[in-house]
Nanobody, 116 residues
């Protein structure tokens, strides 16, 4: 059974940091490109960050470049999203996703709220 379980979301003040985690199971983690997306109320889901299958390259959405970092721990089947200098506009539900060809898996999401 494929599972992606996110954690680490919460309420943080502007300028603060959070680290999201996503634990994967039920598929061969290292053969998938791991990604983070966010979706604010009333808006479409957008790519935040992507990590290549071999972990050597990354892609970031323009609004998070220089502030967010995606990484993974292969031994723990876990992908992380380190979020620094958070802004109110980062408030959204954050989803972990695994992609290989036409196969895509999604987690249930974790809420991040940036507010004073």
């Amino acid at each position: 059974q494929v599972q992606l379980v996110e954690s680490g979301g919460g309420l943080v003040e502007p300028g603060g940091s959070l680290r999201l985690s996503c634990v994967a199971s039920g598929f061969t983690f290292i053969t998938y490109s791991m990604r983070w997306y966010y979706q604010a109320p009333g808006k479409e889901r957008e790519l935040v960050a992507a990590l290549s299958t071999d972990g050597s390259s990354t892609i970031y959405g323009d609004s998070v470049k220089g502030r967010f970092t995606i990484s993974r721990d292969v031994g723990k089947n876990t992908v992380y999203l380190q979020m620094n200098s958070l802004k109110p506009e980062d408030t959204a539900m954050y989803y972990c996703s695994a992609l290989k060809g036409a196969i895509r898996y999604w987690g249930q999401g974790t809420q991040v709220t940036v507010s004073s």
